[in-house]
């Protein structure tokens, strides 16, 4: 017998968009209800950097203090090409609420989303459950058919929101299209004991030719490494062995050689990401809204796809909150869907533009090619303007528009309601 569940909305994934959303939807004394298929957030290798707009968010929301104790801050960022410095910024030199980039870890944010949300009654997490179908009531999306521990359940809801990743599988049930575009570069990833000596509050990215590697400090006292490999090249350098992979790790960052022998002895020690972003025309129809990575899957580049989608739950929120206590509640959701991508979509495309020149950046191998990057990285460090309008168009977004419209980041009642910081003209 299939059991039912009832609810306003349901939202199918629990990583930061789903438990973001979910969490603010609760405090607005919303019904919802987030299907997890699986049963912990031991997520490795995911979503660890979170960008100042979205530690400035978490602050907001009431969440910030409650994970400091497993943040690591970044304070500068240095890229070296071909052995030398070429740019650096130190992030104490911009004037924002939260200036800095923070490392943590996946697991300890969604537990602290979860915990919140769990303190309202109108919240309620199913793990081990996955979604197998969608429900409809004529043209619309009303619920899903999930499987679960207890056997077979119906989530009737009025709205449905993919926040199920960048494979997501109710983006594909609903038959929205989208369009991937793969990049020349996978990445393999992994994690090794910081050094002596080696700062823990700068991110590097050190560059040789066409090979590029991302070293990331974390807790605890641990390096988070990331490699470029050509696409779909994996099974190729496993099969030269994990000496290979020391092999890379020696001619990007000697400092580490030592600890990367020590702690990766196999394949079975790193994680491999397929870099991809895509490009969906449109986030929602009726009775169903994509967010994150659901919505734009972006690459690794400066960390943004936490960042976006914390944002999208957001900007998503207050829209569904009020359309659900509307005459028609039906109309004024899909109404919410709309705005809710044109509120986002710019801020997405952007991102997108600028990690997309960065990747081409990266791929250069001609001796010629190399040498322009290298002179341009130069240029942008020289100049303080092209470094605050290129550094703060990717990291301060959010903080930026705040400050400019004057009004403060709509939250529900339970996070901390901040007015802007600064001038609002500025």
């Not at 912990?40 to 995911?46: D, I, K, L, V, W």
Request: glycine share 10%; charged share 25%; net charge neutral.
């Amino acid at each position: 017998m299939t059991a039912a569940l009832n609810t306003q909305v349901c939202v199918v994934g629990g990583g930061p968009a789903g438990l973001a959303l979910a969490l603010e939807l609760a405090r607005y004394s919303r019904e919802v209800v987030v299907v997890e298929q699986s049963g912990h957030f031991n997520r490795s290798f995911r979503g660890e950097s979170i960008s100042p707009d979205s530690v400035w968010m978490l602050d907001r929301l009431g969440i910030l203090d409650q994970v400091r104790h497993s943040t690591l801050r970044t304070e500068r960022m240095v890229i070296t090409d071909g052995g030398r410095d070429v740019l650096s910024s130190d992030f104490s030199a911009f004037d924002q609420p939260s200036p800095y980039p923070m490392e943590l870890p996946q697991p300890v944010l969604l537990e602290a989303l979860a915990a919140e949300a769990g303190l309202h009654p109108g919240f309620s997490l199913l793990r081990r459950t996955t979604a197998t179908a969608l429900r409809y009531e004529g043209d619309r999306v009303a619920g899903v058919t999930c499987s679960g521990p207890d056997g077979p359940l119906e989530i009737h809801a009025k709205l449905v929101v993919a926040a199920d990743g960048r494979f997501s599988k109710i983006r594909e049930m609903a038959g929205l299209r989208y369009d991937k575009i793969p990049l020349e570069r996978d990445f393999v990833w992994f994690k090794t004991p910081m050094p002596d000596g080696w700062d823990p509050h700068t991110l590097r990215v050190r560059i040789l030719g066409d090979r590029h590697g991302l070293f990331i400090p974390t807790v605890p006292d641990l390096i988070r490494v990331g490699f470029n490999i050509p696409k779909g090249g994996l099974r190729e350098l496993r099969k030269e062995g994990i000496g290979a992979l020391h092999q890379r790790i020696d001619e990007l960052a000697p400092e580490l050689s030592v600890g990367v022998r020590e702690s990766v002895k196999g394949w079975t020690d790193t994680s491999m990401l397929d870099i991809f972003t895509a490009v969906v025309p449109e986030w929602s129809m009726p009775g169903l809204v994509l967010i994150g990575d659901s919505a734009h899957t972006l690459t690794p580049v400066l960390g943004q796809g936490v960042n976006h989608a914390i944002v999208d739950a957001i900007t998503l929120a207050p829209l569904v909150s009020r359309a659900l206590l509307a005459r028609d509640p039906e109309t004024a959701l899909n109404e919410a869907g709309r705005a809710f991508q044109a509120a986002r979509e710019d801020s997405v495309s952007a991102a997108r533009r600028l990690q997309m020149r960065q990747e081409r950046a990266f791929e250069l191998s001609n001796p010629a090619a190399v040498l322009l990057r290298r002179a341009v990285y130069r240029l942008v460090n020289r100049s303080g303007f092209l470094k605050r309008a290129i550094v703060g168009g990717v990291y301060y977004q959010l903080q930026d528009s705040v400050r400019r419209s004057g009004r403060p980041l709509e939250l529900a009642p339970g996070g901390r309601r901040v007015e802007p910081v600064g001038d609002p003209k500025r």
